[in-house]
């Protein structure tokens, strides 16, 4: 247990995905850092529950690859349903974890006794020395404090950083457990995009959590209006009457529950070049989850901190704004932040508008799937007379 007495290099507050890796990193590195969190172990939460193969490379870089890998159910082949009827069988290699499983196994990979459970309550932020004060009363001392706070606002308050709204309730995902086990499924599996465009859903995909076969939903509906309130009483009525064809594709379609709803709310730091602090993670900039793209925003603010510019930093003296300002200017870590809120933005719009330009974008890109599905083919195809060849050559 760490007491006043120490003084860090780094004082991470928040040990979920981008605390506990960032820490995991720093410690590999041989820093003196402090990781706090208010819980010894994360607590079930509804959070990302899926990611692929970019963000799989990403944790392995990050030295948490092993970590990620034991507590993850992979599936290599997805059906993918659009328009009710067009379903092609898509070659990917995905992850499924309950976000707790798998923030309590990379933190199991960290050095033992680097968390400290407690409440931040208090930050004293300078050009030289931060100081954190917990709830309790003790205290640490480092010269930089990272908040990875996520979503939580009373810190960042605290620190004099407001928060911009891009987009008040941009999305809703819901997340449920189907009641048949995984072996029940003709698929290992399944995103279902919405039947019609122009209005308010995006699509609903079904992946093993072990045995089980989880469901996320994604749309753009607000969390109290009726039909959510009518989706949390009767889920398999409503998602039949929401995708009338998904039975044709998925035999049963009962729900175990919980039903856990959660509203999406797109959102990035302001007056966040303050002496001596760090925003990551969702603490900096939220995601919407249609994109999938959180998970690889995290770990991109993690790799270019704890890769490019803590180095530097803990190298000479000082940790004023002028410093943090370069992490905030990072060209990678703006072009990864830029992408993730135009792919928010662009999912949006791709499901919900009705006019002709929109229209004229999905036909474009249901013509460049076709494309690009049909260039594969014709490789594969090319490959096997290729081998086909070979094998009469030899004879
Ligand atoms: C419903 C939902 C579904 C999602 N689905 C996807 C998806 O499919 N794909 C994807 O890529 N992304 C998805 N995301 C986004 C992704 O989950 C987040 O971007 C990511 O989890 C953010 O991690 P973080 O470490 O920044 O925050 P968090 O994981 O929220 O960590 C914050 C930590 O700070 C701690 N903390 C807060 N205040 C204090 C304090 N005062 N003192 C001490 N500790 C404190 C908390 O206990 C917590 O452990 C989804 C998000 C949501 C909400």
Redesign the pocket.
């Known amino acids: 247990m760490h007491d006043q007495t120490d003084r860090f290099d780094v004082v991470v507050?928040?040990?979920?995905?981008?605390?506990t890796s960032l820490a995991g990193c720093l410690a590999r590195d041989g820093r003196r850092v402090a990781l706090?969190?208010?819980?010894a172990t994360?607590p079930r939460d509804?959070?990302?529950?899926?990611?692929g193969s970019a963000?799989m490379a990403l944790f392995e870089r990050l030295g948490f690859g092993a970590a990620a890998r034991a507590c993850t159910t992979m599936t290599e082949e997805v059906r993918v349903v659009r328009f009710g009827r067009l379903a092609q069988w898509e070659r990917s290699t995905e992850y499924g974890a309950g976000?707790p499983d798998l923030?309590n196994a990379l933190r199991a990979a960290l050095p033992a006794g680097l968390l400290t459970v407690?409440?931040?309550?208090d930050l004293d932020l300078g050009p030289d020395t931060q100081a954190v004060t917990l709830s309790d009363g003790r205290r640490f001392e480092g010269r930089l404090t990272v908040l990875?706070?996520?979503?939580?606002d009373?810190?960042r308050r605290r620190a004099g950083v407001s928060r911009q709204v891009l987009g008040q309730q941009h999305s809703l995902?819901i997340?449920f457990d189907m009641a048949a086990p995984r072996a029940a499924f003709p698929f290992p599996a399944l995103t279902y995009f919405s039947e019609r465009f122009g209005g308010q859903d995006a699509y609903v995909t079904l992946f093993p959590l072990g045995d089980t076969m989880r469901a996320?939903l994604f749309c753009y509906r607000q969390p109290n209006e009726p039909w959510t309130r009518a989706f949390r009483a009767d889920p398999e009525a409503a998602l039949r009457a929401l995708m009338p064809g998904l039975a044709r594709h998925c035999p049963t379609l009962a729900i175990a529950g919980p039903v856990e709803v959660?509203p999406?709310d797109l959102a990035r730091a302001r007056g966040h070049v303050r002496d001596g602090l760090v925003l990551?993670?969702?603490?900096f900039q939220?995601?919407c989850?249609v994109p999938?793209?959180?998970?690889?925003?995290?770990l991109n603010d993690v790799e270019r901190l704890a890769g490019v510019h803590l180095p530097g930093w803990l190298a000479t003296p000082g940790m004023g704004a002028d410093k943090i300002a370069r992490y905030y200017a990072d060209p990678v870590k703006r072009a990864c932040d830029a992408a993730s809120l135009r792919a928010s933005l662009y999912a949006r719009a791709l499901a919900t508008q009705a006019g002709l330009p929109w229209a004229a974008r999905r036909a474009r890109n249901r013509a460049a799937r076709h494309a690009i599905r049909y260039a594969a083919d014709a490789a594969r195809g090319a490959t096997r007379a290729a081998a086909a060849l070979a094998a009469l050559l030899a004879v």
């Open positions: 507050i928040g040990a979920g995905l981008a605390g706090i969190d208010t819980h994360h509804f959070r990302a529950e899926k990611y963000q976000y923030i407690g409440r931040v309550a990875a706070t996520g979503l939580g009373i810190l995902a997340g996320n959660r999406i990551v993670g969702d603490a939220t995601a989850p999938g793209t959180g998970i690889g925003k995290v």
